[in-house]
């Protein structure tokens, strides 16, 4: 099975970089996820995102010179898993950890709630200095 750009594939986290993450596919091809396709928003630790052996699955963007190809989390965000074929010979039985999403979900909904408490909160230290001004 070789993989082409454009394509979405399963594969496993094998090692977390300051600046990305590595995946192995299905075909036992690496590949790098940059930091900067991890997610929309800034990632500042990839740890908060992936753990080692964590199952994924990516869009295949480019392949490198050395062979090491380009993919990307955020593209195959909207990909449904259950497009994705699955590999049995993994010894797994390809379960998928099913806390996972609920954890982001849960995650994404406390980061909406605070980011939406500081803008508030911003907004009002500013309505507060004009008002003082004025007077």
Do not use: C, W
């Amino acid at each position: 099975m070789s993989v082409e750009v454009g394509q979405f594939v399963r594969g496993t986290v094998i090692r977390l970089l300051s600046y990305g993450v590595l995946v192995r596919l299905e075909d036992a091809s690496t590949g790098l996820v940059h930091i900067s396709e991890i997610d929309n928003n800034f990632v500042r630790d990839v740890a908060e995102y992936f753990q080692i052996n964590d199952e994924v699955v990516v869009k295949v963007l480019a392949q490198g010179d050395r062979g090491r190809l380009e993919l990307s989390v955020k593209q195959a965000v909207g990909q449904e898993a259950q497009d994705i074929p699955m590999n049995t010979n993994n010894g797994n039985g390809g379960a998928q950890r099913g806390g996972d999403r609920a954890a982001f979900e849960e995650k994404m909904s406390d980061y909406l709630r605070i980011s939406s408490e500081r803008l508030s909160d911003i907004k009002q230290n500013i309505e507060n200095r004009r008002g003082s001004k004025k007077q």
